[in-house]
């Protein structure tokens, strides 16, 4: 398999999983959580998928798609390890689903970061609500889900939180 | 249709008319040219789908994942309005596929580009030779081709030097 392949297969991986994952939480009430927000087309897929739902996206450095930033009031500009421990009092416990694309071809470099968010992205889910995500996590709190029909294993990973 | 709904459908029909242009030289000697490296993943797929053939890249500054870099004696570095002209007396007339991939996200730049480097491409080809790109050209020497099937018209571009 060619890295076009590879590279095709992860990306209908991650879309096939954000879809799953919508209608997942279609009974819940909640915000959206986008960590990272990179050239904006998950982004902008969230925003399809949720037209009634307020959208936060946590970015470094906005460098997206003109068309892709979201409004101030829903941008939390920083590092998330320090920005997600302060947006605990707005958020906390009212996320439906977070979606985190660590893929930077790292795969180290991504499970570390992976490592040191989780405990702060937890919290903020509701009960039920679904963490999507490259890489794969363990938390105590997050139990992984089977992914979407279709979806080859190891690509892309579905949690809810317990 | 989400930027993440358009972004796998051009590359999907990137890879689609790769795949088809490899079994529509399959009769042709000739060696394959890649106009710009970028990250180095068509390149991976173009080294699939050509084993026995002579991959040349042309790239102003190698940037791609080390497993993905051609070797030095068919890197073609600089920039290719320079390059490709010097490269004729190599290349003319030699080539069986060129893929030239100017997606940058700018619409006029990527067609301006084109415009500058078709006439040095198109007597590279030889007799038959296949160019796939984005955008689209026009070339007295080029005859447009239909896609692969299934590919979405205006995704991507397939001609024949005649």
Sequence with gaps: ?????????????????????????????????????????????????????????????????????????RLILGDMRETLPAAHARLGGRVALAHLDAGTGDAAANHALAAELMPLVAPLLCAGGILVSDPPFGHDELEPLPLADGVPLGRYHLYRRV
């Design 1 to 73: 398999m060619s890295r076009l392949d590879s590279f095709i297969r992860r990306l209908e991986a991650q879309r096939a999983c954000l879809d799953h994952a919508a209608r997942l939480v279609a009974g819940l009430d909640g915000a959206v959580l986008e960590l990272g927000l990179g050239n904006g087309r998950t982004y902008d897929h969230l925003r399809e998928l949720f037209p009634g739902r307020d959208i936060y996206v946590c970015e470094k450095k906005v460098a997206a798609h003109p068309d892709c930033v979201p409004p101030p009031e």
